[in-house]
């Protein structure tokens, strides 16, 4: 089953779920050597095939610009002696960000302002010229009146008082005209004046201006500095609480690399005693055959029923079965004729073989056992079985593969028993794992009538003709 994992490298959920602790560390150790392995034949392969690439035409490169040493040439901010700092370099730019915003915010003040005085001079403008054309009018007017009343006066009086009049007149046109003049001269001051004043307003307006952007700059600039420090607090605030964070999954992360450095350390004595227990076994068995020559034992001689089971031809399985029906037909097939599950000493059923349950069921079954209580069961998963050990703090469960050879634990360089029953009174004495140091010591019978395995040791109808 190992070999076909790692040729295949993919492993069912079914039979990982089946697996121990130790077991799925063994069996990650040999994927990952599988790996590495593959990997370097892959390399070592195409080692003296790899043609260095050349650059397609009208492509863009990138070239840097190199130093005085002939490699790319860097700069790191603050470094050099004339470099500012970060919080320099942020204040900097803070304040001319307010200044830009504070010009931005005045100049649409002046204009509104410029707008506002050039409107009422211009209404100014127009109220002047109004009053002038006004004046001009009634100028004209008394001009008029005054003509015609002297060409009356004229024809009344006659000629004595002609004169008199006419001179009258002139003086009073005279003070009228010094009149008009005078008061021209005043409007004209007075625009003079209001221009002045106009001037003098915008001027003031200006400087008011600039008192109000230098205001509004600092006050942007205090507005930044504010929301500057509420964010490097919330940063702040932010940064401890990753840091908090990070360091408690780091701590997880710690331990749970402990925790996977410590399954791959048993793994490795598990492996390491495997091997030597394998060792010591075939040197024992060595040195008790043909008394120290290297001659083989001899083949032990096989029941009728497991001649007569091997001499049929066995059905070719799928990689895991397809259902129960199917595990139970495999058993009755390869697996009774055997003798799996019965004592033989005794011929019956042995206590601590069980039928197709679940590993819910095997726990439940091992629920209130004491420590090194165990039971067998037919994986409902894989072809073959699973033992249930009470433990200290829990149940594990191993995983035991069949083949042609025997029976072994699932993984590589497991001792080889002929029988379940062998690998279980071997294990009475060994513990599964130097690690663990599980021992089989009582083992766990039926609680249920009629037991859960009475589909797997029924009896067998057998047809017979007359003749």
């Known amino acids: 089953m190992l070999q076909q994992i790692l040729q295949t490298m993919t492993v069912d959920p079914d039979l990982l779920a089946e697996l121990s602790d130790e077991q799925k560390a063994i069996l990650f150790v040999k994927i990952r050597e599988e790996q590495v392995r593959r990997y370097n034949d892959f390399e070592k392969k195409n080692q003296d095939d790899r043609i260095p690439r050349k650059p397609k035409k009208g492509r863009k490169n990138v ?16 470094e050099h002696k004339n470099d500012k700092s970060i919080e320099e370099m942020i204040e900097i730019e803070i304040q001319e960000r307010a200044l830009k915003l504070a010009e931005k915010e005045i100049e649409e003040i002046r204009r509104k302002e410029e707008a506002e005085l050039a409107r009422k001079l211009e209404e100014e403008k127009e109220r002047f010229e109004d009053e002038q054309k006004h004046k001009e009018d009634e100028l004209r007017k008394q001009r008029e009146e005054a003509e015609l009343y002297a060409s009356l006066k ?31 001269s005043r409007s004209c001051r007075e625009l003079d004046d209001m221009e002045h004043r ?30 500057r420090e509420e964010m490097e607090k919330i940063a702040e605030q932010n940064i401890k609480e990753v840091e908090t964070s990070w360091q408690e999954q780091e701590r997880k992360a710690k331990k749970a690399e402990e925790e996977v450095k410590e399954l791959a ?22 040195a008790f055959s043909g008394n120290g020559t290297n001659q083989k034992p001899p083949v032990p001689p096989k029941s009728a029923e497991l001649k007569k089971s091997m001499a049929n031809v066995v059905k070719k399985r799928p990689p895991r079965p397809p259902n129960k029906q199917a595990v139970v037909e495999w058993f009755l097939e390869e697996e009774r004729p055997k003798g799996v599950g019965t004592d033989p000493r005794t011929g019956k059923v042995a206590v601590w073989f069980h039928g197709v349950i679940s590993r819910l069921e095997a726990e439940n079954y ?12 037919v994986s409902e998963r894989v ?73 797997l040791m029924r009896p067998r109808i057998t047809e017979s003709t007359a003749l």
């Open 63 to 78: 070239d840097f610009l190199a130093g005085r040493d002939g490699r790319e040439w860097v700069w790191v901010m603050g």
């Open 154 to 184: 004229q024809a009344r009086e006659a000629a004595r008082k002609l004169e008199a009049e006419k001179q009258k007149a002139e003086e009073e046109e005279k003070i009228r005209v010094e009149q008009l003049r005078q008061k021209a």
């Open 198 to 227: 106009f001037a003098e307003d915008k001027r003031r307006s200006l400087e008011r201006l600039v008192k109000d952007k230098n205001r509004r700059s600092s006050e942007i600039f205090s507005e930044f500095m504010c929301k």
């Open 265 to 286: 350390r048993r793994a490795r004595i598990e492996y390491k005693n495997s091997l030597r227990q394998s060792a010591n076994i075939i040197s024992a068995v060595s």
């Open 366 to 377: 091992l629920l209130n056992m004491t420590l090194g209580s165990y039971l067998v069961r």
């Open 383 to 455: 072809w073959g079985y699973t033992i249930s050990y009470r433990a200290e703090d829990r149940c594990k469960h191993f995983l035991v593969d069949t083949s042609d050879q025997g029976y072994q634990f699932f993984g590589a360089n497991q001792v080889v028993h002929r029988s379940l029953t062998d690998l279980v009174n071997f294990h009475k004495s060994n513990p599964i794992t130097v690690t663990g140091g599980e021992l089989l010591r009582s083992p766990v019978g039926q609680i249920k009538d009629p037991p859960d395995y009475h589909d």
